[in-house]
């Protein structure tokens, strides 16, 4: 159970991840107008990629309930990846009759995710 110290370090990394995930999306939106969402895509991948680091380190650590784990997991890749958005698009992609669009997002995001994931912890074990 987290302490008022994590839930400090939880929301301090919860409002970085929320500016970063909208300062990506921003970004990313204005580089490429497409129908794709790129930009949850992004801030999606990259949320996979620091929490794949962060559980590996909480794993060589011997726990995952460090203050850097509720920091950098909890909080800053808890804001930063967004499955509600995420799920919201693929629904109105298939809502506007772009199926093949909506199943090739979904298992792309998918797929990335996951393999940044592992990408992360793999770098994390390296470094370490």
């Not at 580089?31 to 992004?42: D, E």
């Not at 203050?67 to 629904?91: D, I, K, N, P, Y």
């Not at 199943?103 to 996951?114: C, E, F, H, I, Q």
Request: hydrophobic residues 55%.
């Amino acid at each position: 159970m987290a302490g008022a110290d994590d839930w400090v370090l939880i929301l301090v990394g919860a409002a970085v991840g929320a500016v970063a995930r909208y300062t990506i999306g921003a970004v990313v939106k204005s580089l490429w107008q497409t129908v794709i969402p790129w930009g949850t895509f992004t801030a999606n991948v990259l949320a996979a990629l620091v929490l794949g680091i962060a559980f590996q380190e909480g794993v060589a650590e011997g726990s995952e309930n460090t203050r850097m784990h509720f920091l950098v997991a909890t909080g800053l890749c808890g804001a930063l990846s967004t499955w509600s958005t995420f799920a919201r698009e693929v629904v109105t992609l298939q809502q506007q009759r772009r199926v093949k669009v909506a199943v090739w997002y979904l298992l792309l995001t998918s797929g990335a995710g996951l393999g940044a994931s592992f990408a992360g912890a793999a770098l994390a074990q390296a470094l370490g």
